[in-house]
């Protein structure tokens, strides 16, 4: 069986266009994976290898490869950085034991790093940071460390130290070795001779070395004490401290380099062997009740002995079929097992399990604890379903994914791909959890639902590239919510007589504003029977049906409370059925008394600008009903970050681009709900009303 303390499990992740899928190149080039490097300017890079990625330069799903690095084993995932495909970036973290963190030297700590930053101290993954790109204009090496201090409030531990700049660019000094790596100007990545450090460096090295052996000793309190007595600590024993510290998020070891002028990626990999955990030196993911969904205090120990603990963290559909990706924790999964997914309930039998290779594949017999596969043919599986033993049911944790904000409507232009479109929505849907589609009854449009404007468009680039589906595409919406202000006491009777059984069901209740972001929650307080326990459910589902549809226009309702105080029955006409319709009666009586209101999504934009722009895009941002949150001067130009209403934001990058004559940039990501103005509600009533004519 493999050595588990030979895997590393690694995701690499980063803003938009800070290098990480080059990065991802020169790993399998170094790992002798593949023979000649693809660049992602040319279209030819391994791990985007959709149509839609080679085109336009950027990462749209992440993609996993497995290579080899001084007898270790790595299960590399390559993640997208654009904003709109973060839940690729949410679920790799989940099933990652470290990361790499790539900066891009001029740009810095960019908007999208700081989401997946926060991702990933969710997560608490141990990571290395690599600051890329340094032989470009304006790269400063020690201003990205700064700004990882300021920012991201993390402790970078600088590990390399860049030796020229710009085009000078070189090599780096190993601080911990005190060597320099100084590679020639062929663009191979083995070219390099280890040099002694450049004489005008040797104090900038000393100090930083000083500052690491500090740093490093905190996690030995017995090396401290030898320490500070005078005593040099062995490089082993530092390295030893450094793979404590990096394990416990105390700090992270960085790196410099150039990855696509070759220069630095080795020392980069040698660190992941270092300084990243093992699979079964992580903290082992913990078990839930799959009721409640609340921990049960158990936890997936990383053992291959154990029992199957897997969960399925990814699918995807490609040329050979669905894939179904798993993370192993505990166990072993052969080829012909059975498992159990304990999410429906259903036993599956495993049959071609493969180890990816982004779109290549080799078959495996077996895997264990700790690897991360492919399952060809998997039925019933969908993202965040746990795999396991069916004589040792378990659940692991679950993933949670943010709901989608911007819907467009789709009609097919020709009836005969109808069909084709269902099938092929359908399974977008199961590789992509950020991405939903409902029917509108009324109308019978397709309406597709996802995380921004460019997520939508590169969907229906999909159904029609890769599924041949042409599309009728309607006009970005909003999705809208609905509220109350006011708590109201009311009452509702349910009465039908008309020959055999009657149905009889009386409620008193009172409705209220819930706390923000509550949902819906209800409670009943009837005493003395007035209303039988078993009819309270009946109650509370019937309130909760009328959610989905508000009163104002038709859109979910958010943040209500609904208590039911009294009531009555009759012995023979009461049934479930008579208060789950009275309830609904009740809903629509008394939600129009309650002060209703349109609550529209409110977007945090991060937009980047020269700045000799800064006062139009503030400008614009105050026209389009924003709120600027702060403003930060950085080397290249200013960052506004501001809150801004998102039916405000549709075709922004093209207006973005025009004021700032095209070398602006922005983010957003979805905020929280809030009231609208009222001259904007009564447009989105009155159109809603049109529309359900």
Not at 84 to 90: H, K, L, P, R, S
Not at 91 to 119: A, H, M
Not at 229 to 246: H, M, Q, V
Request: hydrophobic fraction near 35%.
């Amino acid at each position: 069986m493999a050595d588990l303390s030979k895997y590393r499990n690694i995701g690499i992740f980063a803003h938009v266009d800070a290098g990480k899928t080059t990065t991802t190149e020169r790993i399998l080039k170094l790992t002798g994976k593949i023979h000649k490097t693809g660049e992602v300017h040319d279209g030819e890079s391994t791990t985007d290898f959709m149509e839609q990625e080679a085109e336009r330069g950027i990462t749209i799903q992440s993609a996993a490869v497995t290579c080899e690095w001084n007898g270790h084993r790595l299960n590399v995932i390559d993640t997208p950085g654009h904003v709109d495909f973060t839940v690729e970036v949410y679920r790799s973290l989940k099933v990652l034991d470290g990361g790499i963190g790539v900066f891009c030297g001029s740009g810095g700590v960019e908007p999208q790093s700081e989401t997946n930053w926060r991702y990933a101290n969710e997560s608490e993954v141990s990571r290395l940071i690599f600051v890329n790109k340094l032989d470009r204009m304006g790269a400063d090496f020690f201003n990205v460390v700064d700004q990882v201090k300021n920012v991201l409030g993390a402790n970078p531990l600088v590990m390399t130290l860049p030796i020229g700049r710009e085009d000078d660019f070189v090599g780096v000094v190993d601080v911990l070795n005190r060597k320099a790596y100084v590679w020639d100007d062929s663009g191979l990545p083995e070219n390099y001779e280890i040099q002694d450090v450049p004489a005008d460096m040797v104090d900038d090295l000393e100090a930083y070395r000083e500052e690491l052996v500090e740093t490093a000793v905190e996690q030995d309190d017995d090396l401290m004490e030898a320490y500070m007595e005078g005593e040099e600590p062995s490089i082993e024993d530092l390295k030893r401290c450094i793979r404590k510290g990096t394990r416990d998020l105390a700090f992270f070891p960085t790196f410099c380099g150039s990855a696509f002028k070759n220069k630095g990626v080795q020392l980069v990999l040698d660190a992941v062997v270092d300084y990243l955990p093992a699979p079964t030196e992580v903290d082992p993911q913990p078990l839930t009740d799959p009721e409640t969904g609340e921990p049960t205090g158990e936890v997936a120990t990383v053992d291959a002995d154990a029992p199957l603990k897997a969960l399925a963290f990814k699918i995807m559909d490609d040329r050979f079929g669905a894939l179904t990706f798993i993370r192993i924790y505990s166990g072993r999964m052969k080829k012909g097992d059975t498992i159990l997914n304990s999410a429906t309930g259903k036993t599956e039998r495993i049959g071609r399990m493969c180890e990816m290779q982004a779109d290549e594949r080799n078959e495996l017999t077996e895997a264990q604890a700790g690897d991360i596969i492919a399952v060809v043919g998997m039925k019933n599986v969908q993202t965040g379903h746990t795999l396991c033993d069916p004589k040792h049911e378990c659940t692991l944790e679950a993933m949670i994914f943010p709901e989608p904000v911007i819907s467009i409507a789709v009609s097919p232009k020709d009836k005969g791909s109808t069909e084709k479109m269902g099938i092929a929505i359908g399974k977008m849907v199961a590789e992509d959890p950020s991405f939903q589609v409902e029917t509108d009854e009324d109308s019978g449009e397709t309406i597709l639902k996802g995380m921004g404007e460019l997520h939508l468009d590169i969907k229906v680039d999909i159904l029609k590239r890769t599924y041949g589906v042409e599309l009728e595409v309607g006009a970005p919406q909003v999705a809208y919510r609905e509220t109350i202000t006011q708590a109201v006491e009311d009452s509702y009777t349910h009465k039908k007589q008309s020959g055999g059984s009657g149905q009889f069901a009386k409620i008193d209740y009172r409705i209220k504003p819930g706390e923000p972001n509550s949902g819906f929650t209800f409670s009943s307080s009837v005493v003395g029977g007035n209303v039988p326990k078993e009819f309270w459910p009946a109650v509370e589902k019937g309130f909760e049906a009328m959610m989905d549809n508000g009163v104002l226009a038709g859109f979910p309702t958010l943040d209500v409370e609904v208590e039911l105080f009294d009531g009555s029955f009759h012995a023979v006409d009461s049934s479930a059925i008579a208060y789950e319709i009275a309830a609904k009666g009740a809903f629509r009586q008394s939600m129009p008394k309650a002060g209703a209101q349109l609550l529209e999504p409110i977007m945090h934009v991060d937009v980047f600008t020269p700045e000799d722009h800064v006062g139009d895009v503030i400008g614009d941002l105050n026209r389009r009903r924003g709120m600027i949150k702060d403003q930060q001067a950085g080397t290249t130009g200013v960052r506004i970050k501001a809150n801004v209403p998102l039916s405000e934001m549709f075709g922004y990058i093209g207006h973005l681009r025009t004021i700032t004559s095209g070398r602006g940039q922005f983010s957003m990501e979805f905020e929280h709900y809030a009231p609208c103005p009222a001259n904007v509600a009564e447009e989105v009533i009155a159109k809603a009303k049109e529309d359900n004519k």
